[in-house]
Each structure stands twice: as C-alpha cells, then as structure tokens.
C-alpha cells in the first residue's frame, strides 16, 4: 500500500547539510521562518531525527531548545511538535491532557480512540519510560464513572482480530437491548462490545443494529447517553468506521464557527500528516464540501498558516 501521508522521506537527504542549513536560518539577527519551515516540512519525522542528532556533534546545542527560542506561538508549536517522535508525541499529549487542573477529556478521547492496539501498547510502555508512572493509573486518578470505565477498556489494547460470524447478530441484539430498549442506559454492555471487538467486526455490528432498530447507532449514542462518555463512544464508532474521516470531522469542528481550537488543529496536522492526511482530505472534501486547505487558509494566518497549508499537502478545491 502506498503511504497516506502528506509528509514522506526527503530522497536527497544528508543530515549534515540540513543541520547547517537550520543554523544559519537561526545565526545573527532575525531568523529565516522561511527556510526553517520549508526544510522540517519536507523531511520525514525519523530524518529530522537525525538532523537534530547531527545539530547537536556540530554545533553542541539542542535543536529544538534553538527553535524555541527563535520561534514563537503557534507556529513555535508545530515546528517543536514535528520534532517530537511520533510515540512519544502522543504521550506528551496525555500526560498534558491528565495534568494540572481539570482534565482535557477531548485528547484522551481522540488520542485512545484513534490509535491500533499495538499503538497503544507503545504508548504506555513510552510513557512508563518518559514519566516513571502508569499511564491507567493517570487516567483513572482523572476520570470517572462510565468515561473511565470505557477508557481503561481501550487501554487494555486486547481488541479481538478479525469478525466473529457467530457474534455479529447477538452483538447487535444486545446493544440494542441495552440503549433503544431500556429505560435508561445500560453503558456496561456498550463499554464491552465498542472496547473490544474489531472496527471489522463493529461495522458489521453496526449495519445488523440499523436493521433491528431503524437507528444508525450513532443516533442511538447521542440519545441515550450524555458527556464525555457520549463522545468517547461516538469517537470509537467513528473510528471503527473510518479513521480519517473521524479525523475530517474533528478537524472541521476544531475550525467551523467563532474562534477555533487550535489545539487539536495543531495535534491532528502534526500527528497524521505522515500516516492518513491524503485520505483526511478526500473525506474532509467529500463530508464537508470545501478542502481542508481552504478552510486552513482562511482560519489561520502568518507562518502558522504556510505551516499547516504544507502539512495539507495542497488544494482539493
């Protein structure tokens, strides 16, 4: 398969080169934002590893400690977020999500949602090593109730491989059971079945649920549960459906209506430019009848703007 991502390995590259290229846009007075952002854009995450590697034998400094304190803002935060391993990236994410007052329920829920299995695994085990603590004991020390409960299921990564023919039409059955058919909501038996079996598995649970109940599930969700835990269960269909168009979607909300979430604008460009951006960007402009990289351009601005606009990879328009 051929990659998805809007970012991929740079052909002529040499670290060396790069590496005092990124120096001189940073010697003497001013800095050139220009050929900083122009050089990272086009190197994949593990060459600008080595660059900041080669940065360091040459000149004895920290690559990113020199960006930061060349760069500022927003633009500051994605250049220093592409410099940031993939794994690691994520883990950085949660652990700012989980500290400090209040808990930003939305990270974990895109972040845990999103990611495979052996995804997660990775996570935990950079976590562990990044932070010396337990990534599910930061997480149930943060949340409650049903949200937890659906959290620590995902962090379990134990999603069962392919589809169970013999599960499908029960698995419906029970979801329907336990929403559209009770009084109240049995969150328990949606918490097993969404945490467990396979995206594979769930859109055909998915379809077989539009039959017997005549609701896509996803109507079903919105009525019968509410908070964090109406989102993460959504995000988890979502994602069982499609994870670029989860992203599309997430995308389109962070920039649609007053003010826009430039958090998770900067996480999702960061995060999926070397993975699925090409498929978020058909499915942005199939869903949503505009192109990513418009409505980037219209809802941004300076070398923040040219930043995202080169990790879109171009117009769909």
């Known amino acids: 398969m051929a990659p998805k991502g809007t970012v991929k390995p740079y052909p002529?590259?040499?670290?060396?080169?790069?590496?005092?290229a990124l120096r001189a846009a940073m010697k003497g007075l001013g800095t050139d934002e220009d050929a900083i952002l122009t050089l990272?854009?086009?190197?994949?995450?593990?060459?600008?590893?080595?660059?900041?590697?080669?940065?360091?034998?040459?000149f004895g400094k920290d690559l990113v400690d020199d960006l930061k304190s060349e760069l500022g803002g927003k633009f500051e935060t994605v250049i220093t977020g592409l410099m940031v391993p993939p794994v690691l990236y994520d883990v950085q994410?949660?652990?700012?999500?989980?500290?400090?007052?209040?808990?930003?329920?939305?990270?974990?829920?895109?972040?845990?949602a999103s990611r495979t299995s052996s995804q997660i695994k990775e996570v935990i085990a950079a976590y562990k090593q990044e932070y010396d603590a337990d990534l599910e004991e930061a997480v149930t020390g943060d949340t409650g109730g049903?949200?937890?409960?659906?959290?620590?299921?995902?962090?379990?990564?134990?999603?069962?491989?392919?589809?169970?023919?013999?599960?499908?039409?029960?698995?419906?059955?029970?979801?329907?059971?336990?929403?559209?058919?009770?009084?109240?909501?049995?969150?328990?038996?949606?918490?097993?079945?969404?945490?467990?079996r396979s995206a594979e598995h769930l859109r055909r649970v998915f379809d077989e649920y539009m039959k017997i109940s005549g609701y896509e599930i996803e109507e079903s969700i919105e009525k019968e549960t509410s908070g964090g835990t109406k989102d993460l269960f959504l995000a988890v269909v979502k994602c069982a459906r499609s994870v670029p168009a989860y992203?599309?979607?997430?995308?389109?909300?962070?920039?649609?209506?007053?003010?826009?979430?430039?958090?998770?604008?900067?996480?999702?460009?960061?995060?999926?430019?070397?993975?699925?951006?090409?498929?978020?960007?058909?499915n942005f402009r199939r869903l949503f009848a505009t192109s990513l990289y418009s409505m980037i351009k219209s809802d941004t601005s300076g070398d923040y703007r040219k930043a995202l606009l080169l990790l879109s990879g171009g117009d769909d328009a």
């Open 247 to 282: 992203f599309a979607e997430s995308l389109y909300n962070a920039m649609k209506g007053g003010g826009t979430d430039d958090n998770t604008l900067i996480r999702i460009m960061v995060s999926r430019s070397e993975v699925d951006m090409l498929d978020i960007r058909d």
């Open 12 to 20: 002529q590259f040499n670290a060396t080169e790069d590496a005092n």
């Open 146 to 196: 049903h949200f937890q409960r659906m959290l620590v299921v995902l962090l379990q990564a134990s999603r069962q491989k392919g589809v169970d023919e013999s599960c499908i039409q029960q698995d419906a059955q029970d979801l329907f059971a336990a929403g559209e058919q009770k009084w109240g909501t049995d969150e328990e038996k949606f918490i097993t079945i969404l945490g467990n």
């Open 93 to 112: 994410e949660l652990r700012h999500a989980l500290k400090g007052a209040g808990t930003d329920e939305k990270v974990l829920i895109e972040i845990l």
């Open 40 to 58: 990272l854009v086009a190197r994949a995450n593990d060459q600008r590893q080595k660059i900041a590697a080669q940065y360091k034998s040459l």
